[in-house]
Structures are given as structure tokens and as C-alpha cells.
């Protein structure tokens, strides 16, 4: 146990996007008692976007440059991953992060596809992998590739792959959701599933025998479905408040599985990153460095992230 050990850890992200923004709205929208937080960032920073109502403790991170809403460059970049870093050097009870900017970051020197990434080289051990769920209610996505190009993601799809995912997804359910046995709904990868082999053969090949092994282990899994149609009876059932029919979607690639989610919650999604001690959420968009400073930002995104913390 460390001082830190039952606290919500909070990082505002790029200082030059509207992380700050939004944390500090989200932040006076709830009125969580200071004791439970822990906010890591820098009061240049803070009071340039707005003001809190609470005296939540601050771990300062230096940032001596000039802000500038809407600018793209490495000492922005730096200053977010360091305020990764040191959120998981104090090893919080949970992690929230406002967004960054990966282009941002990857000026800075730090060759990161995304905060996931991050967190995983920091507080991943003993073989452990970060995985991408994105959460609305009850609907849930995960996703099989992250942010690769589409040319690339059959690339990184291969049986061994899919079976250690759907295995960490599983033990997420069964451990933090306490679903003993969860259901799965898998997209595949090709349109029409791949029309047998028709239209590509990933689906014979490579996730069918993964499908096969999961089941073989009890996991209640479909087969591969075309993800065109796979989403509508979940989709018009969140609609309409009713119970979603799968706990969980796995999408082979990026915009697959946000497509859907997005279209029907865009402000009330929640990115998750599961299969590390310590469960990671953020909001579900970016540093929107088009209005940054404009002090326009939806917080509503920011509270769930920090709602599903609390609760």
C-alpha cells in the first residue's frame, strides 16, 4: 500500500488540446470529495483552461513553455508522456487520462501508438498485455488490432493472437465484472464473413481455428460475422435501453468496432485499457486541438470516464 494506493489518478493530456478543459468541467460537474483524487499536471496548465472548485492535491509536472491551443509539437508531446508516467510510478487504485496527441509524443522522441502502449511498458510484468475496450452501459467493444493502418491489420492477426485476447477479455469479465461466463460476439475481418474464401480467407485460416481453440477452453464465442449486420439488434437494443445481446464485441480493427459504438454514444463512451493491474479510462475522443482555448469542450465523455471509476 502506498499513500496513493485508493486514489483516482487524473492526467489533463496535451496542454495544448482541451484536456484541462475538460477535466477541470468534469471535475466541478461532480464534486468529488479532494480526498479521492489526485490530479497530475501543472498549475500553468490548469489555470490557463479554467478553475476548480476543490483543492484536489496536484503532483506538479514542469512545463515551462508557452501554451498555445491548437499547436502540435514536442514539448507538448513530452510533458503528456511524462504525466503517463509518473500516473504510474504512484500506482493509483485507477487511472483516468485526458487526451494526447500521438503525433505529439512521437515529436518528443517517444514512439508510442497511444496511451495503451504507454501504460503497457510501465505497469505491465510477468508477461502481462494492455487491451482497448470501449464501453457505453453495457456495450462493449474490444478490439483485436489498435492503431495500424487497415493495409496492415490482417498483418497482425494470427490464431496465437486472438486466442491470448479473447483469454484476457474473458479474465477482465470474470475477475473485475464477476460474469462468470461472458458471451462473445466476433466481427470478421472480411466482408460476408469472407464468402468462403471469396472474398479473402482469413476467416478459414486464421480466426476459425482461433474460434475453435477459445471454445475448446469454454468461452462462449460466435463465429465470425459480417460486421455490417452484426451490430444493428445491439445497436436499436441500447436505443431502446434494453439488454444488449452479446457482453461483448471483438472487432478486428480500429474503426470497425467504434463505428457502431460512436455513432449511438459518442458522448458517453469510455475507453478502457484492461489486462494491467490497474484499469486505465479516458474519454473516447481526441485533443480536438480545433478548439482548444475556446472553452467549448463537452465534458460529458471525461465524467464517464470518471464515473465509472467511482462507481
Do not use: W
Request: charged fraction near 25%; include cysteine.
Amino acid at each position: 500500500m502506498n499513500k496513493y494506493s485508493n486514489k483516482i489518478a487524473i492526467t489533463t493530456g496535451d496542454p495544448n488540446g482541451i484536456g484541462a478543459e475538460i477535466t477541470i468541467k468534469a471535475l466541478n460537474l461532480l464534486n468529488i470529495p479532494p480526498k479521492d483524487i489526485v490530479l497530475i499536471s501543472n498549475t500553468k496548465v490548469l489555470n490557463t483552461y479554467g478553475q476548480l472548485n476543490n483543492n484536489y492535491e496536484l503532483i506538479e509536472i514542469d512545463y515551462p513553455e508557452k501554451i498555445i491551443p491548437g499547436e502540435i509539437g514536442a514539448n507538448a508531446g513530452d510533458f503528456s508522456f511524462q504525466l503517463l508516467k509518473k500516473a504510474c510510478e504512484i500506482k493509483p487504485k485507477f487511472i483516468i487520462t485526458a487526451p494526447t496527441s500521438k503525433e505529439a509524443m512521437n515529436l518528443a522522441g517517444h514512439k508510442f501508438n497511444g496511451q495503451t502502449e504507454v501504460l503497457e511498458k510501465f505497469l505491465a510484468h510477468d508477461g502481462q498485455k494492455a487491451e482497448m475496450l470501449f464501453v457505453s452501459k453495457d456495450f462493449r467493444i474490444l478490439l483485436l488490432t489498435r492503431h495500424c493502418a487497415l493495409k496492415d491489420v490482417s498483418k497482425n492477426l494470427n490464431k496465437s493472437i486472438i486466442i491470448e485476447k479473447v483469454e484476457r477479455l474473458r479474465s477482465y469479465f470474470q475477475n473485475k465484472l464477476f460474469i462468470k461466463k461472458p458471451s462473445f460476439a466476433l466481427c470478421a475481418l472480411n466482408p460476408h464473413a469472407g464468402e468462403n474464401g471469396l472474398m479473402g480467407d482469413e476467416e478459414e485460416k486464421i480466426i476459425i481455428p482461433a474460434i475453435e481453440a477459445v471454445r475448446n477452453r469454454g468461452i462462449n464465442i460466435t463465429n465470425p460475422l459480417p460486421a455490417d449486420t452484426l451490430f444493428i439488434d445491439g445497436v436499436q437494443k441500447y436505443l431502446r435501453g434494453e439488454k444488449i445481446p452479446y457482453d461483448c464485441y471483438i472487432a478486428c480493427y480500429h474503426d470497425q468496432g467504434l463505428i457502431p459504438i460512436k455513432s449511438v454514444a459518442s458522448e458517453k463512451t469510455v475507453n478502457m485499457t484492461i489486462g494491467l493491474d490497474i484499469i486505465r479510462t479516458s474519454p473516447s475522443h481526441g485533443t480536438a486541438f480545433d478548439i482548444a482555448g475556446k472553452n467549448i469542450a463537452n465534458p460529458e465523455s471525461m465524467i464517464e470516464a470518471i464515473k465509472y471509476c467511482l462507481y
